[in-house]
C-alpha cells in the first residue's frame, strides 16, 4: 500500500436565483444604472410597498408586486431639482430593461406585474367576445 487515503468530497448545491420558471410571478420591474440619478431613484422607491431594491455593481433592480408608480415631482424633489425636472426621458434615459406593463402619463411610469390591470389606461377592452 502507498499510503494513499481515498476521501470523498461532497459538496451542496444551492438553486440559483436565475433559473428560469415560466409561472405567473405577480411582479414588475425595471433595471436602472448605478450612478446617481438611479441611486436617488432607489431610494425613493424602496420606501413603497411592496418594493424590493437590489444594488449589483453597475444596476440596480426595483421589483415590485403587483404594481409600482415612479412619481416624477417626488424624484425630483429627492434629486434637489424643481418639478418637472424628471420626466418620461429622464426615467427611460436611466432605465436599461424592464417587465411587466409599462405605462407613461404625463406626472408619473406605472408598472404593472399584470397587462389587465393597465387595461384603462392602453384603452384594451377586457369584455368577452361572444361567437
Keep these: 500500500m502507498s499510503g494513499y487515503q481515498s476521501t470523498k468530497t461532497s459538496y451542496a448545491t444551492t438553486e440559483s436565483s436565475y433559473k428560469s420558471d415560466n409561472t ?7 433595471t436602472l444604472m448605478n450612478n ?4 436617488v431613484v432607489a431610494e425613493v ?3 413603497k410597498p411592496g418594493v424590493t431594491i437590489t444594488p449589483l455593481p453597475s ?3 426595483v421589483d415590485a408586486v403587483n404594481r409600482m408608480d415612479y412619481d416624477y415631482d417626488e424624484i425630483s424633489e429627492a434629486l434637489g431639482e424643481e418639478a418637472g425636472f424628471f420626466d418620461a426621458a429622464a ?4 432605465m436599461s430593461t424592464h417587465y411587466g406593463r409599462m405605462i407613461h402619463l404625463d406626472d ?3 408598472m404593472f406585474a399584470n397587462p389587465e390591470d393597465a ?4 384603452g384594451f377592452d377586457l369584455t368577452a367576445s361572444s361567437s
Excluded: W
Design 24 to 30: 405567473a410571478s405577480n411582479r414588475c420591474g425595471v
Design 36 to 39: 446617481q440619478v438611479g441611486a
Design 45 to 47: 422607491m424602496k420606501t
Design 59 to 61: 444596476m440596480i433592480r
Design 91 to 94: 426615467f427611460e434615459e436611466n
Design 108 to 110: 408619473r411610469t406605472i
Design 119 to 122: 387595461a384603462e389606461y392602453i
